[in-house]
């Protein structure tokens, strides 16, 4: 019995297209010889869209991207003080706007350092952890509002919204994940200053740890947590965060682990309501844009996470392997964004 | 011609007690043979006098450290988890209130890692950097709120709040010790995501760095500031960035330095109306304290910002060399509080 998943993808700005391009390849050739078939309809998003059009997303498009099973995305962003773009925010009218229509509360992102990487700290330890961000809530609701703009009585606030049952779910999620794991879960916040939010996180961590005694549990404030991630990463399991910590953990763990080309993720929607989007951890690059320079990898593990989240868990392991093995056997040698690409799905077709 | 400081002396928990008396004796020694007298006033606060009496920081404790020409902090907070001060939030309720009432807009911390000491980093080539923190405004303030506590609709509120005033004056700090140094800035925030915050701090940056056209300058997300800090943080010269967003890039960049044990700060009141504080970085650690382990040279580099602080240069430097002397010719070797509080103070009678 065939099985078509009906795959949006969005290349997007920058390298977004190239290491979309590989991450393609990849997933052609793990499943080749299956009875998946990726039925793909491509969205052009990104500033790209917005300099010719007008537009960001637009409702239409929305819809569109909802109707599929899930959604691979590359970059978006246009160059850095383009005056174009100025009033554009590509990332929160599409990227963010993708992951709160699409309630992607789980923003799922590995982190794992291979021997062979050479990653920026002395004594990394093992290394191989999973933020599970927040996504849907936090300093990321855009709730805030400005009064006086422009003058010296400006005055511009930022509300961060944190409610049970954002919290409840993700954290849920997060002990789930950690029993199929080392069973070590950190919640990190900043729980002594920012003191709602904190109370309610521990609160509902606190009473989700009861129901699962067998998961070891600890708690950091995020300025603590940036410390152990450079002293003694390898202590982390999982780690349940909100959005803006995430993002912060995220990029650092991106670092220590041998760069943020290597690092994937997954927005999900558990619930199966709406479309999860898998993409990479790395921005759009605009500076190497179009120059074959940007390693795809962290664009193919976005696919490992989006055949593991498709019940196409043979596939995602053969997909992670490939790319094991292909980061075991880098040299120093340069390769392009292609011979990247196209080394890892040799692995998957020998 | 003598002169009195008045110093107000809050020693605080745990570790506190022990590395503020090293503080004190560089202080004594630096000082013996000026004309400056430091006349001190010991405050006991912190978690032990709330366990004794029920008060964290009393109108009356606010208005007689306030009288003091600075203050010296050590650390401040009781053992995480003690049942007796679930409800007390030293941090809150002393050390930000301090902030807060005395008006501490500056929240100064270099970063700077010596060749002997042993960091975790593989090639930090030359570091040496001061984020300016801001310190009474962004998440800080602790306007938030909450709806249906305890419930399953429970909603915790956390307002940022950001003014030209604020941001203004701090931004014109930063620019004006990056002039004294290598001249360069950098503002860290979050302008993509938190729109509103981050176009005020940007534009107040861009006005300012207008009247300051010999400071180069630039921009980074705080993700992506702590990409640079692992990866290349000999980039930075002085940093300007948010309360919350200095709190996570100062322990990174104590960590990276080589400990948070050598990390010292300022909360600068300069326009000089309240008494500016001066403390080590690092918490109260209870798990370590009365043990002789704790490193004072932390609170002694407050010691130096402190000095330089009350226009006492010579002696700030001489507090700096000896500091830098005792930390290049550290051997494995270890050694209690007090016998690095005194070799320090040897190299200041000598
Ligand atoms: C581009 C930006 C809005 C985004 C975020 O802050 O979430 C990015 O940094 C990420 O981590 O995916
Ligand atoms: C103790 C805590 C409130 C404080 C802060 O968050 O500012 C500390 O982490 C610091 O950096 O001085």
Redesign the interface.
Known sequence: MSRVVKLAVIAGDGIGPEVIAEAEKVLDAVTADTDVTFDKTRFSLGADRFLATGDVLTDDDLQAIASHDAILLGAVGGTPNDPRLANA?I??GLL?KLRFSLDHYVNLRPSKLYPSVPG????PGEVDFVVVREGTEG??V?N???L??????????????????GV?RVVEYAFELAETRRKKLTLVH?T??????G??WK?IFDETSEKHPEVAVDYMH???A??HM??NPSRFDVIVTDN?FG??L???A???TGG?GLAASGNLNPSGEFPSMFEPVHGSAPDIAGQQKADPTAAIGSIALLLEHLGLSAESQRVTRAIEQDIAERTDAPRTTAQIGDAIAARLTA
Chains 1, 2 share one sequence.
């Open positions: 925010n990332e929160r963010l920026p700290l002395k004594n300093s990321y855009g805030g509002g400005v006086r703009q422009g003058t010296e009585h400006e005055i511009a606030n930022e509300l961060g919204v944190n409610t049970a049952h409840r900043k002594n200053v920012m003191v709602n939010a109370k309610l609160r995020i300025d603590a940036t410390i450079v002293d803006l993002d912060i995220t990029d650092l991106g670092a220590i943020i």
